[in-house]
């Protein structure tokens, strides 16, 4: 094994996984993190709720932490983004944080009255040990008994920021608001929703899901669903909460559901806690990224509706796909990409690009997982190709690997722009945070739709950098 | 607003304030050229009682400044940052050094190349270096980690320093930075600087800034260079001729390239600088800043402590200078010249002065048509509240309001002593606050930071970026003239006449056409223009 690409000590997976013998690091790094490749479990926390109609996220922490994600957040959306702070200070850190958390959770109802609090904690408060579901248990009955009134639930999610990443931060969440708010199922309800748990995707990406859900003739609870929150039109008016998504209603009832599908494996823990105790089935599939991936999620989902015929619109869009990957296939066959990013996306990535002929030669995530190295050699298993994977690795280590393994095509966020301009070759932008571009929020990669506009994009970079105007190979 | 009783509980008073989350501003256009303005200051905007001395309108005759370097009220969406993040903004410039965050990794990633500085050497600066704090390393400590990451740090790197950053968790779990700092400091031979910036120590970043000039003057300035002297590039300065008219320049942070518009200006004067800080600077530059004959301080927040400190240290005298705006940049060449008492230099600044401003007064003349009389509110993180109003004053835009996050008594009275009677002082407005605010005052502009930027454009309100993200130098005379084209791009965009909602056809002029056309072969394109 080589330990240097595997030097994040994320204590939930064993030092020995994911790792791949034949790369040596060219240093051996061991201690520090060179331009991270994930973020912390409370950003995670925040995505999640997001997409959960009227919610307000409650970092309990120290300012910072609320406004640096908000920062990150806004510049990648391109959308105003509302996300509170307990305001911790010296005295209130020596004392604990209770009457900040109290005070914020009075403050919030009364200016922005939101339909749910998701509290997420911080490095500093899980250090000072404060027992946030304590606190939050013990005011909202003084506050039922000052008022006469219940205040809006509130969902606590222990998300230490030195442990984990953002990756856990977001299946933490979807765990935090089943556990919390899901009611038993009713015995004689006739299931006819399904659950559906996609992972942290942009925006365009959650739209199309619901798009083909819909001509699928399914009706779903989208886990969450920033589709319309992260991606608003501009309509002259600002919204402090989440317009649209996830309504509360719906988490209360997701017990009452036929399945719950999840698209990522770094996602479930939401769909096995339902399955755990009110016994919803649960199925994981692969993010639907390219044609295999999409025609597996259609096929169950048409298995789910005892539909016989796939509807013509989703046959036509298949079709297209197929043809543009036909028609691109001379330009991409063989091209070389070193793919970073979070687990779930960076294997779906891979799984289209080898159905183009191209060839992964490396992939990257931030966020060790065992899974993902499983996922990738599943993937690669079938192909001549024996990517290098960097599993909890950083964007020095990627750098380092792509100057000695070569790479034709980078795909991943904005960090990686600097390594695209050190080593002459184009990137092509996926994934989270991007914003040296416009559009993050637009981006869309998933299914028949998706598919083909990541080719297009995919393919014209390769023919805008390596080839010349009248077509011919540079 | 009614009234209230003071005796009522937080919650209970404050609930009438409940109002619908959605703040409307159609008839975006019909601004009201004569502004009211009330005169108490609890009228100013729906918000929580213990907010309101925050808000005050500058009036003749009255000293009162808003409140502020107060907690953020907490719940609140504040636009405030950390301890870490004020600290950060200062000594992330230097170039040629290793910014390492001690703590878990969330506090680098979120925070690694934002700065929006420039250099002209290293770019090493731009890279996010973490100890990536884990639970094993809570519990037991981090001083292992930091030790042994420096060490690696230092050998693949080479960098000429090492400033470590304290973060919230590392001041919870008692890690000794100084001592951890001074010992890889012995064993590599190389400049380690410790930075005690946890994160919660003050509701105000401005301890930050405080709190990175102390780094400076405790371990960098006027120190002699480490054994390790393989990766330190250092121009020794001796009794160059220059000597007697050499300054630093403290609180340039060459954001979008700001320092290099200023100077070929100094150095047309005759004036070397030696250093800046910290805008594209070195660390043996800073390190030999107690040489200089003269600091100028640009941003008086951030600079101020530190300008002060080496007056009293190394007898260096201060200027406050300003190179947003045209007058205020001519200002600020005058006193340097003033300073120095030179009468060539006093010669050559009046020559410059006067060869720039022809040359801009011909190429402004066209944005100063279109902005005059356009208003705007400036809510920004430092000294730009101030500095930016006589820039605006030139272009012929009234400024409506300007506030800061964290403002301190003396910046507020500074904000006062610049800003025309009848203009608002706002303190630590918060994202709620903002929203009502320019949906009172609808300036035609707001100048602020990245996390206000979508908040005023989804309100049809203007923007331009004076902060880490904007794109262009606006410092000197040429700066100027960016900034009054960014300022023209942004106001006079044809986007803010285009109306957000589409309207229903009161007459369905093309179905009436064809019901009464007789002749059923006419194309569409006759009655449809342009189909």
């Known amino acids: 094994m080589y330990q240097a690409l595997n030097n994040s000590n994320n204590d939930s997976f064993p030092d020995e996984s994911g790792c791949d013998k034949k790369s040596e690091h060219p240093y051996q790094k061991k201690f520090a993190v060179v331009n991270p490749c994930r973020m912390c479990q409370p950003m995670g926390a925040v995505q999640a709720l997001l997409g959960i109609e009227g919610a307000m996220p409650l970092v309990h922490g120290s300012q910072g932490c609320s406004t640096y994600m908000r920062f990150q957040l806004c510049r990648h959306f391109r959308e105003p983004i509302n996300v509170s702070s307990t305001s911790l200070s010296e005295g209130t850190v020596v004392y604990g944080g209770e009457e900040n958390l109290i005070k914020a959770l009075e403050t919030i109802k009364i200016q922005y009255n939101p339909t749910l609090i998701g509290v997420t904690s911080s490095c500093l408060t ?98 969450t669903d920033n589709s319309e929150s992260l991606n608003a039109p501009l309509t002259g008016s600002v919204d402090f909460l989440p317009s649209k998504g996830i309504t509360l209603d719906e988490i209360r009832q997701a017990a009452n559901s036929k399945i719950t599908l999840t698209l990522s494996q770094h996602a479930s823990s939401g769909g096995k806690l339902l399955n755990k105790r009110f016994g919803v089935p649960h199925a994981i599939l692969p993010l639907p990224i390219g044609l295999e991936n999409t025609d597996k999620f259609i096929e169950t989902l048409s298995s789910l509706n005892y539909v016989e015929n796939i509807p013509p619109t989703l046959e036509r869009d ?70 290098v994977v960097i599993n909890g690795g950083d964007l020095y280590d990627l750098h380092q690997q792509v100057k000695k393994t070569g790479a034709d095509l980078l795909m991943g966020n904005s960090y990686g722009g600097r390594i695209a301009v050190a080593e002459d070759i184009p990137l092509v932008r996926v994934g989270f945070p991007i914003f040296d571009r416009v559009g993050a929020q637009r981006i869309c990669i998933l299914g028949y739709k998706g598919g083909l506009s990541l080719l297009d994009q995919l393919t014209n970079t390769i023919i805008q950098y390596y080839y010349d105007e009248a077509g011919y190979e540079l | 607003m009614p009234e209230k009783n003071n005796n009522q509980p937080y919650h209970e008073a404050e609930n009438e304030l409940i109002s619908s989350n959605r703040v409307n501003i159609e008839n975006l256009k019909e601004f009201e050229t004569d502004i009211k303005i009330p005169e108490i200051p609890e009228e100013i905007i729906k918000t929580l009682k213990s907010r309101k001395n925050h808000m005050c309108v500058k009036k003749d005759g ?65 890279n996010g270096f973490s100890t990536d704090l884990q639970e094993k390393d809570i519990v037991f400590g981090g001083e292992k980690k930091l030790l042994e990451t420096i060490i690696e740090l230092n050998q693949i790197f080479e960098p000429a320093a090492i400033f470590v950053y304290a973060t919230c968790v590392v001041g919870l779990i008692g890690d000794d930075l100084k001592s951890v700092c001074g010992e890889v400091g012995k064993i590599t031979g190389s400049r380690v600087i410790p930075v005690q910036s946890e994160g919660f120590k003050s509701v105000n970043k401005s301890l930050g800034h405080q709190l990175a000039c102390d780094a400076l003057l405790e371990y960098l300035i006027g120190t002699e260079p480490p054994q390790n002297k393989g990766n330190v590039n250092r121009n020794e ?48 530059e800073i ?245």
């Not at chain 1, 506050?143 to 990443?165: C, D, R, W």
């Not at chain 1, 990409?337 to 995530?365: C, H, Q, R």
């Not at chain 2, 200006?265 to 594209?280: C, K």
């Open chain 1, 318 to 387: 298949r079709g297209r796909l197929l043809d543009g990957m036909v028609d691109s296939q001379a330009y991409t066959h063989g091209q070389r990409l070193a793919i970073y990013g979070d687990p779930d996306l960076v294997t779906g990535l891979v799984s289209f690009v080898v159905e183009m002929g191209m060839e992964p030669s490396i992939v990257a995530t931030g966020t060790k997982s065992n899974q993902f190295h499983e996922d990738i050699k599943k993937i690669t298993a079938k192909t001549s190709h024996d990517p």
């Open chain 1, 126 to 223: 899980e250090t000072i040990g404060d027992d946030v579901e304590r606190i939050i248990k013990k005011f909202r009955e003084s506050y039922l008994k000052n008022h006469g009134e219940k205040f809006p639930p509130v969902v606590s999610i222990s998300t230490p920021s030195y442990s984990g990443s953002h990756v856990e931060g977001y299946d933490k969440t979807l765990v935090a608001l089943l556990e919390n708010l899901t009611l038993p199922p009713e015995s004689e309800h006739e299931p006819d929703m399904i659950n559906l748990i996609p992972g942290n995707l942009s925006p365009a990406d959650v739209e199309e899901i619901k798009e083909i859900i819909k001509l699928m003739e399914i009706n779903g609870i989208i886990f």
């Open chain 2, 237 to 284: 300065v001796e009794d160059h001729q220059d000597i007697d008219h050499s300054l630093n320049i403290l609180g340039e942070f060459n954001v979008a390239g700001d320092f290099w518009a200023i100077k070929p200006l100094l150095e047309n004067i005759g004036v070397s600088i030696q250093a800046v800080v910290t805008g594209d600077s070195t660390v043996e």
């Open chain 2, 62 to 126: 009255t000293n009162s400044i808003p409140s502020c370097n107060e907690v953020s009220v907490p719940g609140m969406v504040t636009q405030r940052s950390c301890v870490y993040g004020g600290a950060r903004v200062v000594l992330m410039p230097i170039t040629d050094a290793i910014h390492l965050v001690h703590g878990p990794l969330g506090c680098a990633s979120c925070t690694w190349d934002i700065r929006g500085t420039r250099s002209s050497g290293s770019e090493l600066y731009r």
């Open chain 2, 287 to 531: 390190a030999q800043a107690n040489l200089a004959k003269l600091n100028l301080v640009q941003c008086q927040k951030s600079s101020r402590y530190l300008a002060d400190a080496m007056e009293e240290l190394y007898n260096i005298p201060q200027i406050r200078v300003n190179f947003f705006g045209a007058e205020e940049t001519s200002a600020s060449l005058r006193a340097i010249a003033k300073f120095f008492k030179d009468p060539q230099m006093i010669e050559t600044v009046e020559k410059i002065i006067k060869s720039e401003t022809e040359r801009l007064e011909e190429s402004i003349a066209i944005y100063r048509q279109h902005l005059s009389g356009k208003t705007v509110a400036v809510y920004v993180g430092g000294n730009k509240a101030w500095s930016l109003i006589q820039a605006f004053e030139e272009l012929g835009m009234k400024v409506l309001l300007t506030g800061t996050q964290n403002g301190l008594p003396e910046d507020y009275q500074r904000i006062k002593e610049t800003v025309r009677d009848g203009t608002l002082v706002v303190d630590d407005a918060n994202a709620l606050e903002l929203t009502r605010l320019l949906d009172k005052y609808k300036p035609d502009l707001l100048v602020s930071g990245a996390k206000e930027k979508y908040l005023s454009l989804k309100m049809g309100v203007a923007f331009c970026d004076f902060n880490h993200d904007r794109i262009s130098a606006f410092a000197g005379f040429k700066g100027f003239l960016n900034f009054a084209r960014e300022v023209d791009r942004a106001v006079s965009s044809p986007v803010w006449n285009l109306s957000p909602k589409i309207k229903a056809p009161t007459k369905p002029d093309i179905l009436t056409a064809r019901s009464i056309e007789k002749n059923p072969k006419k194309k569409v394109s006759e009655i449809v223009p342009g189909s």
